[in-house]
């Protein structure tokens, strides 16, 4: 098993920062990737980003150049840098991680940091 605690969440005026993290613990594989996803209110969950155990990254297109991942494996622990926020922005954030082990994959979950961007 695998437990994610996400911290970082809270409220920010429109264009302000804040730095998601997401420790994990627990069966961690070699091949892994971690990242985050979101949930806005009355819409369905959407990707955000993601990291490779090797540091390769993925990014939801509108949110490139905004929004920055990264990760310390040492710590086992994923980072969203969030800049320029907008009210858009507004939703519950969730850590994610997948466990890769012969061409199958193992999702765990956080448990959500709300992320409150006010106008």
């Known amino acids: 098993q695998v437990q994610l605690v996400e911290s970082g969440g809270g409220l920010v005026q429109a264009g302000g920062s804040l730095r998601l993290s997401c420790a994990a613990s627990?069966?961690?594989?070699?091949?892994?990737?971690m990242g985050w996803y979101r949930q806005a209110p009355g819409k369905q969950r959407e990707l955000v980003a993601t990291i490779t155990n090797r540091g390769n990254t993925d990014y939801s297109d509108p949110l490139k150049g905004r929004f920055t991942i990264s990760r310390d494996n040492a710590k086992n622990t994923v980072y969203l840098q969030m800049n320029s926020l907008k009210p858009e922005d507004t939703a519950v954030y969730y850590c994610n991680l997948r466990n890769w082990r012969g061409g199958i994959y193992y999702d765990y979950w956080g448990q959500g940091t709300q992320v409150i961007v006010s106008s």
């Open positions: 627990g069966s961690i594989f070699s091949i892994n990737t």
